[in-house]
């Protein structure tokens, strides 16, 4: 399997691609009866689209994960019309979909300053209510990355990611000799034989200096935001993307790939992930799979004799390195079966973990009531 270890589950935590918010409108003003005086409205709860944020940051910053709208203010005989209560805003990434405690959908943000309701203020009180307020809706949301695939695949052009997916499932995408070969993502059905489908996404190709915006860039490397997986696709015999840049070895290869999603978003190298190392149908390729096979285990070493800038912080210790040639169908049955493996162990894992928050967030509700000791008397146990 793909998974590395529960420990590595702890840094997984790290990245964070759905949140359970508590949300509250705030409550109407009381009316004011003998003047007529209509009380203020409670403010509403937003959820708004903000670029350049993540998940991750709004937990770090709200740890309750609660948000309580303003109150509405009571009418009065200065005042008869009571003001209104502030809203609240909850700032969300581009690419979330929000959605009740029920499961059904609120809204989406597809662009920034999208926004979406999530929770509205009550009423003030007024002549019809016989000046009493309504108090504001209260729910639990969600706030999801939305998946454009399970797994994504990640490697430098030419890698062969066009073929492995072809290979993978029933997707068409081009394929040639050329490095630019992919320019959106294209996406395939792996297909088993219980009809269970996992989704793989073909990323455009990633080049040196992407997380500056080179190549396709950003463009790139926010579609790896959007899968849960990753999957690290390496020429066993090494890149070079023209004749003018240097040649990159299949180890070289690795760093750089890691260094790329370090620059951009440093979480996401905590998403679980595969190393496939394909075209293993190439001479000598199995002398050069066991050399990338030591260097991976002595990497920390190793990486001391590259350029500084290609060094990664974080180093990936992928759990299975797996052998494949996409032209013959080598390794493509096991690459399949742990694939499968990995995302189920995920997601497992991840139902565990929110069955864990919402368990906590109920004891966080109960009020515990203390029990008196026996012989005590009342009086020294009673709640003063």
């Known amino acids: 399997m793909v998974w590395i270890s529960r420990a590595c589950w702890r840094k997984y935590g ?27 409205n409670g403010g509403d709860v937003w959820v708004v689209a903000k670029k350049d944020l993540t998940l991750k940051q709004i937990k770090d910053r709200y740890p309750q994960k609660r948000f309580v709208a303003g109150v509405g203010s009571n009418s009065s005989v200065r005042a008869l019309k009571g003001a ?53 809706q209260i729910r639990q949301v969600r706030l999801d990355l939305k998946l454009i695939a399970d797994l994504g695949l990640v490697g430098f052009p030419n890698a062969g990611k066009s073929s492995l997916l072809t290979a993978l499932s029933h997707a068409t995408p081009e394929i040639a000799s050329y490095p630019f070969t992919t320019m959106r993502p294209e996406i395939g059905k792996v297909i088993y034989e219980d009809h269970k489908q996992v989704s793989v996404a073909d990323l455009p190709g990633l080049i040196e200096g992407a997380h500056m915006n080179r190549g396709m860039g950003h463009k790139f490397l926010k579609h790896v935001e959007r899968t849960k997986q990753l999957m690290f696709v390496v020429d066993v015999c090494g890149f070079q993307l023209a004749n003018n840049t240097p040649f990159r070895s299949a180890f070289e290869a690795v760093q750089l790939l890691t260094k790329e999603l370090e620059l951009y978003k440093e979480e996401l190298l905590a998403k679980p992930a595969i190393l496939v190392v394909n075209k293993m149908d190439l001479p000598e390729a199995e002398e050069k799979l066991r050399k990338l096979e030591a260097q991976l285990e002595n990497q920390e070493e190793l990486s001391q004799l590259l350029p500084e800038d290609m060094i990664p912080s974080t180093f990936l210790h992928f759990k299975h390195t797996v052998p494949i040639s996409a032209l013959t169908g080598l390794g493509l049955p096991r690459l399949k079966a742990l694939i499968r493996q990995s995302l189920e162990e995920q997601d497992a894992m991840e139902t565990e973990s929110q069955r864990a928050d919402r368990l906590q967030e109920l004891r966080r509700e109960v009020p515990v009531v203390a029990k008196p000791a026996w012989g005590q008397p009342q009086s020294a146990w009673e709640p003063s």
């Open 14 to 40: 790290n990245f964070v691609d759905n949140l359970r918010l508590y949300v509250k409108g705030g409550s109407g003003g009381m009316g004011l009866p003998r003047l007529g005086g209509q009380g203020g």
């Open 84 to 136: 209104r209560g502030g809203d609240v805003q909850i700032f969300a990434p581009v690419g979330i979909s929000v959605t009740s405690d029920d499961g059904r959908i609120l809204g989406e943000l597809n662009h920034e300053e999208d926004r979406v309701l999530v929770a509205r203020g009550g009423q003030g009180g007024s002549l019809h209510s016989a000046f009493l307020p309504s108090k504001g």
